[in-house]
Structures are given as structure tokens and as C-alpha cells.
């Protein structure tokens, strides 16, 4: 069966998208695994549903006290159990909650940040860890740790374009730690060479990482999701 | 703040507590923790003797279990940590969660401490830790003071402690980065790029940001200062020397932009960082 595709957006590149770059894709993600400054507002979110014809899926990266607030605002005013909404979970504190609160109403996928700590637990820990938390996907983009996974009775999406290798929280693009973004990282990314490398790096929003081909067949990887890095604004 | 300092030998131990350092910690060279096994104790005799002698002193000694080990070093591990706690350990310091609840399971007399690379970011997650048997959570390096507020002044009773920014503070997001991967030899974070429009580097705090977190954390209320191990004791003596006068001028009451002031003078003066400078004084 082809995979589903799905496309990777931050909340301001929705608000700048036109609604004919969104409609080659069945499902949007929406937000960002590295960054907090780049997860939806509620009013995004609201937006993103009117805008995109498809389903629509959460992405948050670790999360201070006041970002938990804004991801469960927008997991309160759209989830139920009858509509339930999948979120990529990087945070402990939120992959609790939804497990406490909100396990009617919630699908979770665990992100690429968090997938690198449970990739290194005992395989029956992992297990039970990940069926504890409803955990029913994984956000992967790099093969290697496809073996780890297999076997656990998940799906995977897999990331193309971009392998995360390193985050920070220090905005690299406006010199300052979180707090007032200026979002002077939208639709830009920066090739970064060193003689020692084997290959350039990339940056990306907070983000640090390497260009990545095709996605690997497996059966079970059944969503692509596409994170191009922005063509010709490598500034 | 009480200081918590980081020590590799008995000696460095016996300084430390000498000098007024509130509590120690330190990792086993043969059981996994964060650091080059040289940052570490070297024999189980050695470490031993250090938390008696915490111990006898009346202060904490932590033992650093905040590498993921498993398989055989998993077991070895949950033996050095039993050992160490008839010897009168004061906590282990903790990452994974799997460890976390092999401890707990353990009964031990010491205490559980959420180490700063288990990215605590919010007050669901100490929460969490809390449930897990923790009574101390490190606050990750990358959490400002704004940011940690709440959880300093979190209603669950836990202890935090805050690395000494002003010494040292890496912008990534240690745990979740694999820049080291990439090479397997270098501090990949620290070259200089040939980025667009030039040589370019990771950019991190200056030291008059390092110092602005230093105050909002002291007024946040954080109770525990941790300075981190050093391969040199020399430099470690000198970062610690840095951190009491720190406190001190905190504890004046000063104004952030006056403390921030002398803070920058200071970081320049006494820190690792000049260390000719210190010299020539």
C-alpha cells in the first residue's frame, strides 16, 4: 500500500502558504519538533482547518510551562472522542497528561526528539513504556533506528528531506534565547561546511541537521512527510 | 545558593568540602555517566571514601548515573549504587527513566535526583518525576530563569538545582544532540563554519546573558548552584572561588543591571576563561 504523504509546516509558513501548495498533500502537520516558538496558537490551529482540506496533525517540540498551556488549549477546543486528534508528543510532562486526561481524545505519535530516548531503553521496557502512553506511531528520519522500533506493533512516519542531528534554544537567526521571536528563520536555512564533516550541515528553525534522501522501504513506515528545505533562501 | 561541585578524587573531595562546598557529586569511571571516565572517580575505594567523608562532614555526596547503560552495566550499576548507599551516598543522580525506577525499586537510603539531561521542562513532567520517587530535579541547562520559575516554586515539594550558567553553558540541547556522531573526535559545536556570507559559529550566550540568568535564577528562588567537573581542579578552584563571590553580591540585593555589570567584570577577571588574567592580579 502507498504510504500517505503528508506535509511539515510551522505555524507562520501556514499563515504565509498559499491554499493551492497545500492540496497536493493528504495531511498537514502543523508546528515543529524543535522549537516552541513555532507550535500553533489555538488561532492557528483554527486556521490551518479552514485552510487545509485534509487532516490536520499537531507537532510539538519540548515544552516550558506556558507552551503546555497553548498545545492543551488547542487539544481542548479540538479533540473529542469522536474526533480525535493526533499529536507528534517530544515532551514528557505533555505524553503524561494525554495518558492522565486526554486518552479518548488524543492519537500519539512520538516525536524524534523523545524516539531518541526510548530507542536506548530495555526493549521490554520500551514496550511497556510505549503501550503505557498509547503510543501507536513513531516520527522517524533516520533508517538506523527503524530496527529498534520493529516488532512493538507501530507505524512509523518517516522524515524526508531533513535528519535532525542537534537542537538548540538559543536562536541562531535572532541571537537571543526564547522568549520574543521575530521568526527571522521562516523559509530560510543555512549550509554550514566544515572540512571535517562529511557532510554540510544544515540549519533549520532552532534545528541543526543533514539533507536527507528517499524515505527506505518498510512495511511498516506508511506515512511520508515531507520537510523541504527552502529552495534558493539559504541566506 | 548552596553549592553542589562536581570532584573526581578523594582529594578533590577533602578541598572542596574544606572550602565550604554544601555538596559533591561525582561519577565511577566503570559505570556509564556523562563525562570522559578521566572526569571521574577511578577506583570504588576511592569514591567510597569521598562519601564517607561527606558523609561524616554532615554534607551530600550524589553519585552521576545519567548515562543510559544497560545489559550487564545496567546490574553493575544498581551494585555500585547499593554499595555506595551503606557507605551513606546521599542521591543518586538519575537520566533515564528505566534507571530511575530500577533505584527506586532498590529501597535505597539515598535520595533520587532528576538529572538536568532528562529535559524537565515543565511542571506535568516534575510531576511525573515526583510520582517516580525523585525529590530533587537538575533543570536543564537551556531553561531560563522566566521559564523555571514555576517549576522552581513548584507545589510538589521538589528540590531544584541550576547549573552556574556564568561558568559555563552549552546552547544545545546536550541530550538531544548527536553532533558528536558525526565525527566521533570532535566538539563539532565548537568549529568555525564557512556558512553564507562567511566564517560562521553555534552561537551561545555572552556573559552578560550567563549573568542575567545567574540573577533570575537567584530571584526565582532556586535553592542549589551546581558547578560542573573539570578536567583541570586548578580551573574548577577558580570557577568555584567565582561562584561564592557571585552569591555574595547577589545576596547584597544588587540591581540586575549593577550585578549584570559586575558579574561581566568578574567573568573577565576571576573565571576559567582568563585565567592569565586571574594570574597577573
Known amino acids: ?235 | 545558593m548552596k553549592t553542589v561541585v562536581g570532584v573526581k578524587t578523594y582529594d578533590e573531595a577533602a578541598t572542596m568540602l574544606r572550602l565550604g562546598a554544601d555538596e559533591l557529586y561525582g561519577g565511577l569511571a566503570a559505570i556509564p555517566n556523562h563525562r570522559l571516565p578521566a572526569q571521574s572517580f577511578q577506583s570504588m575505594d576511592e569514591l567510597k571514601a569521598a562519601v564517607r567523608l561527606a558523609k561524616k562532614m554532615g554534607r551530600r555526596f550524589s553519585l552521576l548515573v545519567n548515562q543510559p547503560s544497560f545489559g550487564t552495566r545496567y546490574k553493575k550499576t544498581l551494585a555500585v549504587a547499593q554499595e555506595l548507599d551503606s557507605q551513606g551516598l546521599g542521591a543518586c543522580i538519575v537520566r533515564e527513566l528505566p534507571m530511575l525506577e530500577s533505584l527506586r525499586a532498590l529501597k535505597l537510603k539515598a535520595r533520587l535526583t532528576v538529572s538536568s539531561l532528562a529535559l524537565c521542562f515543565n511542571l506535568p513532567a516534575m510531576r511525573r518525576y515526583k510520582q517516580l520517587g525523585a525529590s530533587r530535579v537538575v533543570l536543564p541547562f537551556q531553561l531560563l530563569p522566566s521559564e523555571a520559575a514555576p517549576l522552581i516554586k513548584n507545589p510538589y515539594g521538589l528540590e531544584t538545582e541550576v547549573f552556574f550558567h556564568a561558568d559555563f553553558c552549552c546552547a544545545n540541547i546536550d541530550p538531544a544532540c548527536r553532533l558528536w556522531n558525526l565525527t566521533h573526535r570532535d566538539q563539532t559545536c565548537r568549529f568555525s563554519y564557512k556558512g553564507p556570507g562567511g566564517r560562521w559559529r553555534m552561537p551561545e550566550a555572552n556573559a552578560r546573558e550567563k549573568m542575567r540568568a545567574v540573577y533570575g535564577f537567584y530571584h526565582s528562588g532556586a535553592q542549589y548552584l551546581k558547578i560542573i567537573r573539570m578536567n583541570d581542579f586548578a580551573e574548577e578552584l577558580e570557577v568555584f572561588k567565582f561562584a561564592r563571590i557571585i552569591d555574595r553580591l547577589l545576596k547584597k540585593g544588587q540591581s540586575e543591571e549593577e550585578f549584570c555589570r559586575l558579574g561581566e567584570k568578574l567573568y573577565f577577571t576571576v573565571s576559567r576563561h582568563a585565567r592569565s588574567a586571574w594570574k597577573k592580579r
Not at chain 1, 53 to 60: E, K, N
Open chain 1, 1 to 235: 500500500m502507498k504510504p500517505e504523504s503528508a506535509l511539515q509546516l510551522s505555524a507562520p509558513a501556514l499563515r504565509a502558504a498559499a491554499p493551492a501548495a497545500l492540496k497536493k498533500h493528504g495531511l498537514l502537520y502543523l508546528g515543529d519538533e524543535f522549537c516552541q516558538n513555532l507550535v500553533p496558537s489555538p488561532e492557528d490551529f483554527a486556521l490551518a482547518l479552514r485552510k487545509f482540506p485534509g487532516r490536520v496533525v499537531l507537532v510539538t517540540p519540548l515544552l516550558t510551562d506556558a507552551a503546555f498551556d497553548s498545545v492543551e488549549a488547542i487539544v481542548k477546543a479540538h479533540s473529542s472522542p469522536r474526533r480525535r486528534l493526533e499529536v507528534v508528543v517530544n515532551d514528557l510532562g505533555l505524553l503524561h497528561t494525554f495518558k492522565a486526561r486526554y486518552s479518548h481524545r488524543v492519537l500519539v505519535s512520538l516525536g524524534r526528539v523523545f524516539a531518541h530516548r526510548v530507542k536506548v531503553m530495555p526493549r521490554k521496557f520500551a514496550a511497556g513504556f510505549l503501550k503505557e502512553h498509547n503510543v501507536k506511531r513513531v516520527e522517524l528520519d533516520d533508517p538506523a533506528l527503524l530496527p529498534r522500533f520493529e516488532g512493538l506493533g507501530l507505524k512509523f512516519s518517516f522524515h524526508t528531506g531533513f535528519r535532525y542531528v542537534s537542537v538548540t534554544r538559543f536562536c541562531p537567526w535572532e541571537l537571543h534565547w526564547p522568549g520574543a521571536c521575530g521568526h527571522a528563520c521562516s523559509g530560510r536555512v543555512k549550509k554550514l561546511e566544515h572540512p571535517r564533516l562529511p557532510a554540510p550541515l544544515f540549519l533549520r528553525g532552532q534545528a541543526y541537521g543533514l539533507k536527507t534522501g528517499a524515505a527506505p522501504s518498510h512495511p511498516a513506515i506508511n506515512r511520508l512527510v515531507r520537510e523541504p528545505l527552502p529552495a534558493g533562501g539559504r541566506k
